[in-house]
Structure formats: structure tokens, C-alpha cells
């Protein structure tokens, strides 16, 4: 497959810890934020999300942090496995506004 | 439940060419959205349509052009292809609600090379 990001930061792991993903976006009048995973060659994949009414979502094995004083939003995955290996994306939206607005994503790297 | 579907995977084009790129969303969505994502970055927006109709726009010249059917599917079209154009784009459906953010699910994207 094609490599989605050369230059990306990154993240490594062991199989099993938990892994912290951040994220700053830029826009304080958005109001909807949503996780992506990419793998190699591939589209992204919708992984949760959050509205701006609340502060924590939780997934299955994820959960989502906002934290709308300092404009920060983090991915916690519990328990790591490789298959988890991929760029993960941030992405924030507006109430009105139809394009979601992407940060500059982070490679997850999970050793076994 | 077939997800969203583009066609082609892959394509080779020379400079000042055109080219379409084909997306089927996903059962039961309502609205396409297009993004180009350039190698070691995030998707950029490029249009979205609903009801036929473009919706909002984003930083792309007008050589981006795009159509929805009435069975919701959507066409892209680039003309005068340039060198810089070579990315990979991404369609994403979603459903139209009144006034809150939609979850956009993606394809898996078609690959631009242009030469």
C-alpha cells in the first residue's frame, strides 16, 4: 500500500498499553468534532465523535476528551493492538458549515 | 449495507487533461462531499453537494467542478490538469440534518497521478 504520511508525528506503542492520541483545533465556534482512522491505501474511517455539549464520549475501547477552554481534543485507546496501526485524524466541524476541517494527523505504531 | 464506493482507483493523466472521478454514497445518505488529500496531509475540502446542488465550496479553483445525480451519486471533474493535482481524493456521504454537524463517511479514495 501507499504510505498516507512521510513526515507525520508518531506515536509508538507496545500491544496492550493505551495510547493517547491529541489534537488542537483551531476554530472555537465549532461544535463537532470526530476521530478518523486511515490505514496505508486506504479512506478514512469514522472512529467516534463528539459534540460540544459534552466533555467525554466513550467507544469501544475508545474514548473521546474535549476540552473546549484550550481547544483540545484527544483519542485514549485502551489496550493497543496492532491491527490499531494507522494515521489517525482529527477533524472539526460547524453548525451550518458543511466541510469538516482536518488536523495534521498522527501515525500510531503498535509493536507486538 | 454496501459503504461508499469510487471509481476508478487509480488513474494516470498528463498535464492539461481532464478527468472525472465517480462516488456512490452510502445506502440511505443523502449528501457527497468531495476532499483532496495530498500525500503526508489531512483531506482538503474541495465542494459538497446536496439535492443536486453545490453546497458550499472550498479554497479550489473553478478548473473543480462536480454534478449530483437524482440517485445521489456525484461526479468530480478536473480540467487543465496540473502537476499539483496529483493526490489522492476522497468522497464522503453523509445524511442531512437540520442544523447539526453530519458524520461524513469515506471511500476509499482515487488515486491522481498526473504527468
Known amino acids: 500500500g501507499e504510505s498516507v504520511g512521510l513526515h507525520l508525528p508518531t506515536l509508538s506503542v507496545q500491544e496492550g498499553d493505551n495510547s493517547i492520541i491529541n489534537c488542537a483545533y483551531s476554530n472555537s465556534a465549532s461544535d463537532y468534532f470526530i476521530w478518523y482512522k486511515q490505514e496505508s491505501g486506504k479512506g478514512p474511517q469514522f472512529i467516534i465523535d463528539i459534540r460540544s455539549n459534552m466533555d467525554k464520549r466513550q467507544g469501544q475501547r475508545v474514548t473521546v476528551l474535549l476540552n473546549k477552554t484550550v481547544k483540545h481534543l484527544s483519542l485514549q485507546i485502551a489496550a493497543t493492538q496492532p491491527g490499531d496501526s494507522a494515521v489517525y485524524f482529527c477533524?472539526?466541524?460547524?453548525?451550518?458549515?458543511?466541510?469538516?476541517?482536518f488536523g495534521t494527523g498522527t501515525r500510531l505504531l503498535v509493536s507486538p | 449495507d454496501a459503504g461508499v464506493t469510487q471509481s476508478p482507483t487509480h488513474l494516470i493523466k498528463t498535464r492539461g487533461q481532464q478527468v472525472t472521478l465517480r462516488c456512490s454514497p452510502k445506502s440511505g445518505h443523502d449528501t457527497v462531499s468531495w476532499y483532496q488529500q495530498a500525500l503526508g496531509q489531512g483531506p482538503q475540502f474541495i465542494f459538497q453537494y446536496y439535492e443536486e446542488e453545490e453546497r458550499q465550496r472550498g479554497n479550489f479553483p473553478d478548473r473543480f467542478s462536480g454534478h449530483q445525480f437524482p440517485n445521489y451519486s456525484s461526479e468530480l471533474n478536473v480540467n487543465a490538469l496540473l502537476l499539483g493535482d496529483s493526490a489522492l481524493y476522497l468522497c464522503a456521504s453523509s445524511f442531512r440534518t437540520s442544523g447539526l454537524g453530519e458524520t461524513q463517511y469515506f471511500g476509499p479514495g482515487t488515486r491522481l497521478l498526473v504527468l
Open positions: 477533524a472539526e466541524n460547524m453548525t451550518g458549515f458543511q466541510k469538516l476541517v
